[in-house]
């Protein structure tokens, strides 16, 4: 099968000052279709970086990366873009939505940047849908400061899913929610992994990366570990697990 | 709100330049109006000065001009209607009153010339200039002096103590351009004038009527030529003018009225501009995240630009619309309320509105280009 991700000898290098930063120091990877990542590792690992050239925002100083079998590392600012907009779906820690806009219109965002024009009624319907998929179309008019933090997350994913991306990037998605609210998003991320689509997540958390299928672990700009999730957490077992011990200490 | 004080910028600045240009444009048509009721494609031809002994008299001094001249001129092809004019001032009496008016001496084509129309009664004719008729058409002043309680229409006035008829008022017509009461006037067959009442041989002045606006400068030419001929004089005996004159006179000074309202206009919209700029420029730090944002769902550094600019341009004309709301509203007050008229020329709006986007675009597009260059991993982090 055609690997979604081919990184080859990826370096990253940046020249701060008087000290070039070494940043990432040739990590190869490939990713499969369907594949639910986590990339993890301390502050410092790289994995920011390796994050942003995988998520198209930067070019790598060395080496090459395939994405859906283009080569992403020689492209121009505007092919990046294009790339970013029709291939990858972002998820950020602090959901980045747009204030005053209700949540179908941050949805809708990314449909004006398509490069071929998708008429206003199609723009709706597929907002609608992604949404659906994250189950929050009850609330599509509402604002992102009338949404918790749970659904705002919820909203940014549907956001991620509507220009139907080849690769769902997420960067320490559930960084600002409570344990809960972070079971039940990595529920929505295992439900949409579970429909093939791909995801890659980056965290430092190993509760969370432990709700994906396989971990690679970065340190000083290197792959160190790379290997399958034992005993996969499951969001349903998890959430139940959850409430027990709530129940037990009498929280509710 | 802050949209609204960054407009205010642009509003102030369209607002008052639409203000006073209907204000000025105003009391230019005013003008103009007037100098178009002495009436139009109006040529008058006075007759020469009179030097007597190193004195010079002013026009229409010296008896250069006939009847003849007259008559020659009516034959002209570019020309309407003629009336030869005598002028004099004498004392009226009527009804138990008396006073001091003008008479003139005109033909039937007077009114017409003049553009001025007979309220109640009749012009004379070219019959009462044959037969020198004594009949008078008089102003609404000379009414109101001599016939305040009565019709004045078939009462007899006494002009050098010979009785004429009165067969029709003028419409009032007010003061003219040079402050003088148009409506203080007896008028009589110019022969009446000339043979009854003056007893002169030569006119003040001859009034011509061009056939159409276009020829009025070719009937100009052929009437200083007619008389240069008819006269066989070294140095003109005469002149000629026109309202065109007068009008371009007129026209020059509101043109230099509108320079300058241009110059205070380019002056506060500049202002405006710098203030939609400021506020653009702060708007990018503020919204560098969003900015972050769109990229990162694959927005080109153009379509960034193009927002921040459509945002600029949209801020600046709401300016400009509610300034020009503003300024026609505040020319309208204050035309009712000193009673002046305001016109608002349709050209001035939409210079006012394409220059207020213009602003818009020049101010708009540096803070627009200086977001479309943020670096997204960057404008992502900033907090």
Do not use: C
């Not at chain 1, 747009?98 to 597929?126: C, D, F, G, K």
């Amino acid at each position: 099968m055609n690997a979604v991700i081919k990184l080859d000898e990826i370096h990253k290098v940046y020249h701060t000052g008087e000290v070039d930063v070494h940043a990432v120091r040739g990590i190869s990877l490939a990713i499969i279709p369907g594949e639910f990542v986590a990339i993890m590792g301390s502050s410092g690992s790289g994995k920011s970086t390796l994050m942003n050239l995988i998520g198209a925002l930067d070019r790598p100083t060395g080496g090459h990366y395939w994405l859906d079998g283009i080569d992403v590392s020689t492209l121009s600012r505007d092919a990046l873009a294009d790339v970013r907009n029709a291939k990858i779906g972002f998820v950020f820690q602090g959901f980045n939505l747009l204030p005053r806009t209700s949540a179908r219109e941050n949805v809708e965002m990314p449909m004006l940047y398509h490069r071929h024009r998708i008429p206003p009624r199609e723009q709706h319907a597929r907002a609608m849908t992604a949404l659906e998929m994250v189950g929050l179309s009850q609330r599509a008019d509402h604002h992102p400061n009338q949404l918790s933090g749970g659904q705002q997350q919820r909203v940014a994913i549907a956001r991620a899913l509507v220009n139907r991306p080849t690769l769902l990037l997420a960067d320490e998605p559930t960084g600002n929610l409570d344990t809960q609210t972070s079971i039940e998003i990595m529920g929505v991320f295992q439900k949409l992994n579970d429909q093939g689509i791909t995801i890659i997540m980056v965290t430092h958390e190993l509760d969370v990366a432990r709700f994906t299928k396989r971990m690679v672990v970065l340190r000083d700009g290197k792959i160190v570990t790379d290997e399958p999730v034992p005993n996969r957490s499951l969001a349903g077992l998890e959430l139940q697990r959850l409430y027990a011990a709530q129940q037990a200490v009498k929280l509710d | 709100m802050r949209s609204l004080l960054t407009m205010l910028g642009v509003i102030i600045g369209v607002g008052a330049v639409i203000g006073a240009v209907s204000l000025t444009s105003g009391a230019t048509k005013q003008v103009e109006d007037q100098v178009s009721s002495l009436g139009e494609n109006v040529i008058t031809v006075f007759s020469g000065n009179f030097t007597s002994g190193g004195m010079r008299g002013g026009w229409g001094s010296a008896p250069t001009l006939t009847l003849a001249d007259a008559k020659a001129i009516m034959s002209l092809p570019n020309v309407a209607a003629v009336s030869p004019e005598v002028r004099d001032r004498e004392q009226i009496l009527a009804n138990g009153q008396n006073w001091n008016t003008q008479v003139l001496g005109e033909s039937p084509d007077y009114p017409q010339i003049l553009d001025r129309s007979i309220a109640s009664g009749a012009m004379f004719t070219d019959q009462d200039v044959r037969t020198l008729a004594k009949s008078a058409i008089i102003g609404k002043t000379v009414v109101d002096q001599l016939f305040p309680d009565i019709n004045p229409l078939g009462q007899i006035i006494r002009i050098r103590n010979l009785p004429f008829q009165v067969v029709g008022v003028l419409t009032p017509k007010g003061f003219n351009l040079f402050g003088q009461d148009q409506d203080d006037v007896v008028i009589v067959p110019y022969s009446s004038h000339m043979h009854r009442i003056t007893t002169r041989t030569f006119l003040n002045d001859i009034l011509v009527e061009a056939s159409s606006d276009k020829t009025i400068l070719l009937a100009q030419n052929e009437i200083t030529d007619l008389l240069s001929d008819r006269h066989r004089s070294k140095d003109p005996d005469f002149t000629v003018r026109n309202q065109a004159d007068l009008m371009e006179r007129v026209s020059s000074a509101s043109r230099t009225m509108g320079f300058l309202l241009a110059g205070v206009a380019a002056v506060s919209l500049v202002v405006g501009g710098i203030g939609i700029m400021n506020i653009m420029l702060v708007s990018v730090t503020e919204r560098t995240r969003e900015i972050g944002i769109r990229m990162a769902v694959g927005a080109r550094a153009a379509d960034i630009l193009v927002q921040f600019l459509i945002e600029a341009v949209t801020l600046s004309a709401i300016g400009g619309a509610i300034g020009i709301a503003g300024g026609v509203g505040f020319s309208q007050a204050v035309a009712s309320l000193k009673n002046m008229p305001t016109v608002t020329p349709v050209g001035w709006i939409i210079v006012a509105v394409a220059s207020s986007a213009l602003i818009g675009i020049v101010s708009g597009f540096y803070p627009a280009w200086k977001a479309s260059k943020l670096d997204p991993i960057e404008a992502l982090r900033y907090e």
